[in-house]
């Protein structure tokens, strides 16, 4: 479900904070993300990157604060209401079955029923409609696999994430979360993978991305929120600053008027 306004952010964040005992790890976050745009997120490690996504995605629960959709105030309990929200994230270790096969993943615990006696009864998979979604999702996003039948594990690093990002496409309507998505990756399937990113966004869906690779911040992200010390210290126009600018403001050398 797209924002019915496109000027009101899909994404919302109003002082988001988050506290564990004494130690603040995320304080007065300030973020909004636009329909179809890639916002990348940068800091350096322990700068409160990991705990923002988590309460985006509602594997944790803010100390205070709030998160808004499409302009309505909402509460995330857990994953699971993320992802029925419309929120979908790819974690660096993917999350795939290994053994299992690209189509079986794409619909991991997601299976598509048939219809009638036979789903009602017995739970048989529509293993049809599940081939016809996946390949048109696949097709959406310009990936190639030469069979939905074959297991992951017969993949390379990029065809993975490829799979990761497809999987999370399919159900992630409004905001998909990638951490990482370029790690360990040769140059051939980074360039894939930053391709993929470019295809979500046209597809409508807003991306938040977040990288240590800097360069390729400017190769997709529309705007770059940068965090330090637990804050969103500055938003950044992409086309607007450089990579000095952007590495003084994560390592704080910089500081936002």
Same mark, same amino acid.
């Given at each position: 479900?797209?924002?019915?306004?496109?000027?009101?952010?899909?994404?919302?964040?109003?002082?988001?904070?988050?506290?564990?005992?004494?130690?603040?790890?995320?304080?007065?976050?300030?973020?909004?993300?636009?329909?179809?745009?890639?916002?990348?997120?940068?800091?350096?490690?322990?700068?409160?990157?990991?705990? !923002?996504?988590?309460? $985006?995605?509602?594997?944790?629960?803010?100390?205070?604060?709030?998160?808004?959709?499409?302009?309505?105030?909402?509460?995330?309990?857990?994953?699971?209401?993320?992802?029925?929200?419309? $929120?979908?994230?790819?974690?660096?270790?993917?999350?795939?079955?290994?053994?299992?096969?690209?189509?079986?993943?794409?619909?991991?615990?997601?299976?598509?029923?048939?219809?009638?006696?036979?789903?009602?009864?017995?739970?048989? !998979?529509?293993?049809?409609?599940?081939?016809?979604?996946?390949?048109?999702?696949?097709?959406?996003?310009?990936?190639?696999?030469?069979?939905?039948?074959?297991?992951?594990?017969?993949?390379?690093?990029?065809?993975?994430?490829?799979?990761?990002?497809?999987?999370s496409a399919v159900w992630g309507s409004r905001l998909l979360i990638l951490d990482e998505p370029t790690n360990h990756l040769g140059v051939h399937e980074v360039a894939m993978v930053l391709d993929l $990113?470019?295809?979500?966004?046209?597809?409508?869906?807003?991306?938040?991305?977040?990288?240590?690779?800097?360069?390729?911040?400017?190769?997709?992200?529309?705007?770059?929120?940068?965090?330090? !010390?637990?804050?969103?210290?500055?938003?950044?126009?992409?086309?607007?600053?450089?990579?000095?600018?952007?590495?003084?403001?994560?390592?704080?050398?910089?500081?936002?008027?």
């Open positions: 479900m797209s924002s019915q306004n496109s000027t009101i952010p899909v994404l919302e964040l109003q002082n988001l904070s988050k506290s564990y005992g004494t130690i603040q790890a995320v304080k007065n976050a300030n973020l909004s993300i636009k329909q179809g745009e890639v916002m990348a997120l940068v800091g350096d490690n322990g700068a409160g990157k990991s705990t !923002l996504v988590k309460m $985006i995605s509602g594997a944790v629960q803010p100390s205070s604060g709030r998160i808004l959709l499409d302009g309505q105030n909402v509460t995330i309990k857990g994953p699971l209401d993320g992802r029925n929200l419309g $929120i979908e994230t790819v974690y660096q270790d993917l999350a795939l079955a290994p053994h299992l096969s690209v189509l079986q993943n794409m619909f991991l615990g997601r299976e598509i029923i048939k219809p009638g006696l036979l789903g009602r009864m017995f739970g048989t !998979l529509d293993k049809r409609a599940m081939k016809e979604v996946a390949e048109k999702e696949l097709n959406k996003l310009k990936i190639h696999i030469k069979s939905l039948t074959q297991p992951v594990a017969d993949l390379s690093g990029g065809q993975r994430q490829a799979v990761a990002v497809a999987r $990113i470019r295809q979500v966004r046209n597809s409508g869906v807003s991306v938040l991305y977040i990288t240590h690779t800097i360069p390729h911040v400017f190769e997709v992200a529309d705007r770059i929120a940068v965090m330090y !010390l637990g804050s969103i210290s500055v938003v950044l126009d992409s086309k607007d600053t450089n990579m000095d600018e952007v590495v003084g403001y994560i390592t704080g050398t910089k500081v936002s008027a």
